[in-house]
């Protein structure tokens, strides 16, 4: 099936970024396990939420490639760190992943500016929008780790984090109706 032409330079960048999708995906299934172990499951179920979306993010990689002729390639996903000291080494984690995530976007977006590739600008400029609010809530969650340290702190985030998810969760449900 003949597809819409991709320049080599863009399908390199669209399939690494696909990967590091899923890969990030990966990494945010041990940051919601070690919290789980933790017993802090506001924070597990958030790492668990991220994860999920990690993998739609893929999908659509998956689904732009697709639709335009292209077999996507999934390469090996890596042994994602999985102990951590503390609380603050994971939001230190999750932080970082979101801002190799916005240069893997933004180097995509540059390949595709660079080779007049429209399509793809179109499905990146989406993906540049999700990574700023993806790295304020990052930044936002380290800032409130390392202000947690009394006695009872977690755990007053942790509930944060859990009301965080509820009131989303209900707020994305009025959107719909």
């Given at each position: 099936?003949?597809?819409?032409?991709?320049?080599?330079?863009?399908?390199?960048?669209?399939?690494?970024?696909?990967?590091?999708?899923?890969?990030?995906?990966?990494?945010?299934?041990?940051?919601?396990?070690?919290?789980?172990?933790?017993?802090?499951?506001?924070?597990?179920?958030?790492?668990?939420?991220?994860?999920?979306?990690e993998?739609?993010?893929?999908?659509?990689?998956?689904?732009?490639?697709?639709?335009?002729?292209?077999?996507?390639?999934?390469?090996?996903?890596?042994?994602?760190?999985?102990?951590?000291?503390?609380?603050?080494?994971?939001?230190?984690?999750?932080?970082?992943?979101?801002?190799?995530?916005?240069?893997?976007?933004?180097?995509?977006?540059?390949?595709?500016?660079?080779?007049?590739?429209?399509?793809?600008?179109?499905?990146l400029?989406?993906?540049?929008?999700?990574?700023?609010?993806?790295?304020?809530w990052?930044?936002?969650?380290?800032?409130?780790?390392?202000?947690?340290?009394?006695?009872?702190?977690?755990?007053?985030?942790?509930?944060?984090?859990?009301?965080?998810?509820?009131?989303?969760?209900?707020?994305?449900?009025?959107?719909?109706?």
């Open positions: 099936m003949p597809g819409i032409a991709v320049k080599p330079t863009v399908l390199a960048e669209l399939q690494r970024q696909l990967n590091h999708e899923l890969q990030s995906a990966h990494c945010y299934l041990s940051l919601a396990a070690w919290c789980d172990l933790q017993n802090l499951k506001g924070f597990a179920r958030y790492f668990s939420k991220q994860a999920a979306e993998r739609v993010h893929a999908q659509k990689f998956v689904r732009h490639l697709l639709d335009r002729g292209i077999l996507p390639v999934f390469a090996t996903i890596e042994a994602p760190p999985a102990n951590f000291a503390t609380l603050l080494d994971v939001a230190k984690r999750a932080q970082s992943m979101e801002q190799a995530n916005t240069a893997g976007v933004n180097a995509c977006y540059a390949a595709a500016g660079a080779e007049h590739d429209y399509p793809a600008q179109v499905l400029q989406w993906f540049i929008t999700e990574q700023v609010e993806e790295e304020n990052a930044d936002d969650m380290v800032a409130r780790v390392q202000r947690s340290n009394c006695a009872g702190g977690f755990g007053d985030l942790d509930r944060h984090i859990e009301r965080y998810l509820t009131e989303e969760g209900i707020n994305a449900a009025a959107a719909v109706s």
